[in-house]
C-alpha cells in the first residue's frame, strides 16, 4: 500500500486518513518505507511546508528533503483587496513571462471557487489567455448561468431559451410533456411561450395539474418583473430571485460540500451585481445584463500557452515551475476549525490542504493576501492566515509589508464576532460573513532581481481607511482619459481622475469633492 495522510484532504467527501496511519495495527506485519526524498522542489519550499504540516499532531512523523538546489525565496505579498490582488497576479504574471516563462509554467491556486470571479476579470481584461482545472468559468457555472437566465426572463419574458431554461429549475413538477405542450402551443399560436403561459386560463391544452404549476411559476416571474416597476434596488431583485424561485431552499436542504460551493457561487454573484450597482449612474437589470454578455462573449477560444487557475483540491498530484497560492487570510484559508469551540480536525485538514498547495512548486512560490476581502457579497476584513506566520523568516520575502502575529489575531477575534451573512441563510455548513469598513493597506508590486531571488519593491505610501484605490503603475489604453483630467458622474458630480486601469469594464479611480475616491465603469463617465 501507499500513501501519504499528510495529503489527506478530501474529509468532506469520506476519506478517511486512519486507513493509512491504522495500517501498521491492521497488518502488523507489514514492513513501512518512509519516501521522504521529493524531486521536484526546492529546499526552501521543503522547508516551508514542513513547517506548516509538522503541527499537526495526529500524523505519521516525516520530513521531506531534497538534493536540490537551495531556491529563491518564497514571496509573501501583502494586498489591499481581492481586485488588487488580482493586479498582483497579473503585474507577476508578465515578469514571469518576461523572464522567459510559459503561461502554462504557472498556476494560480485559490481555495474555493468563489474566488475566481474578480481573478478571471483581472485576466480578461489583461488579455492573458487562462484556463480552469477542475472547475468552470464563473460565469459558465450552472447555478449561476440559473440566476441568470431568471433574471433575463424578468427583463424580457419573450426570452425563450432562458425561459425553457428555468421553467423547472429547481424541480417544480413542469416536465417534458407539459414543456413540449408549450412549444406546440406558441408555435401554433405564432408566439413565444410568455405568451401561452399569458393565455393559460383560457387554454385547453393542458390539465388542471399542470395549469396550476405553470400559473404558479407565471406569477412568480409577474410579481419579480413588479418589483423592477416599482424600482427595487438590483441587489434585492437577484436576492428575491434566488429565494423566490426555490434555488435558495434547494441548496440548503442539500447538505453537501457540492451545495455549499454552489451557494457561495451565488453570493458571489450577488456580490457581482452589488458592485456594478455602485457604480453605476443609473444601475438598471438590462444594463447589468449587457455588461455580464459582454463578459461571457469574450474569446475563449484561445488554444497554446495559456495560464492555468484551480482550487487546491483540484492541484493533487500535479506540479508547476511556479505557484501562486491566493486568499491566505484567516476564516478564508484556513476557512473552517480556527476557533477552539470547532472541529479541531478541520483545522489540520486545512493545514493539509496548504501542505499540498505549497508542495506543488518545483521553483517559486508566492503567496498573497488581503486586508480587506468582498465576497459573497459582503465585506470582510481579516489578517493574514496562520499559515503565512508559520512559515521560517529566512525562506521567505515580504511585499507590501510584512505579516505579523497582530494582524492574524485581529483576524481571529473579528472572525468570532461574525453574524450570518448574505440574505440566503447559512448555505449547508458555510459560517457567515462580518461585513465592516476596509482596513488601510497597503499593494505590493513584485520584481525578481536577475539572480533569481525575490527582491520586494519598496512599500508604497500607506492609504487612508476606506480609501478606493485604482493601480495606475501600468498607464491605460482608455481613450480620451487621462490622469488629472476632470470628469463628471450623474451621482458625485464633478471629480478628478487620480488612477486608470484596462478592464471588463474599464474603469478609472476618481477623486469626488465630499464623496472621496470611487471606482467607477469608464461608460458612467463624460468630460466635465
Known sequence: MVGDDDQSIYRWRGADRRNILDFKDDYPTARTIKLEQNYRSTQRILRIANAVIERNFDREPKRLWTDNDEGPKAVIVRCEDE????????????????????????????????????????????????????????????????????????????DDVSLLRIINKPARGIGKTTTNRLLDAALEKGTGVWRVLEDLDDSGGFGPAAKKKLSAFREMIRELRSRVDEGADLVTLVEGVIEESGYLKTLQND??????????????????????????????????????????????????????????????????????????????????????HEDPEELEEERRLAYVAFTRAEERLILSYATVRRIYGQMRVGGPSRFILELPPEDVSAVGGAPTARQTMEGRVGAQSWGQGGQGGQGGRRRGIRTG????????????????????????????????????????????????????HAKFGVGRVTGMTDGVPPRVAVDFPGWGQKKIVVSFLEPA
Open 437 to 488: 469598513p476596509p482596513a488601510g493597506g497597503q499593494g505590493g508590486g513584485l520584481s525578481w532581481s536577475g539572480s533569481g531571488r525575490s527582491a520586494p519593491d519598496p512599500a508604497p505610501a500607506p492609504r487612508p481607511p476606506g480609501e478606493s484605490y485604482v493601480d495606475a503603475s501600468e498607464g491605460s489604453d482608455i481613450a480620451d482619459l487621462r490622469l488629472g483630467m476632470s470628469v463628471r
Open 83 to 158: 481586485r488588487d490582488e488580482a493586479r498582483m497576479l497579473v503585474r507577476a504574471v508578465r515578469e514571469l513571462v518576461g523572464e522567459g516563462r510559459d503561461l502554462a509554467d504557472i498556476v494560480v491556486f485559490y481555495r474555493t471557487h468563489a474566488q475566481s470571479r474578480v481573478i478571471e476579470e483581472q485576466l480578461r481584461a489583461s488579455n492573458v489567455a487562462y484556463r480552469i482545472v477542475g472547475g468552470q468559468r464563473f460565469y459558465d457555472r450552472a447555478e449561476v448561468k440559473d440566476v441568470l437566465a431568471y433574471m433575463k426572463v424578468v427583463a424580457n419574458p419573450d
Open 255 to 340: 447538505d453537501s460540500a457540492e451545495a455549499d460551493a454552489r451557494m457561495d457561487n451565488l453570493k458571489e454573484l450577488v456580490g457581482s451585481v452589488g458592485e456594478f450597482a455602485e457604480e453605476a449612474s443609473d444601475p438598471t437589470l438590462s444594463t447589468y445584463l449587457e455588461l455580464v454578455t459582454l463578459q461571457t462573449s469574450a474569446d475563449e477560444s484561445k488554444e497554446g500557452d495559456r495560464l492555468t487557475l484551480m482550487t487546491v483540491h483540484a492541484a493533487k498530484g500535479l506540479e508547476f515551475p511556479v505557484v501562486m497560492v491566493t486568499g491566505l487570510e484567516e476564516q478564508m484559508f484556513p476557512m473552517r476549525g480556527s476557533e477552539a
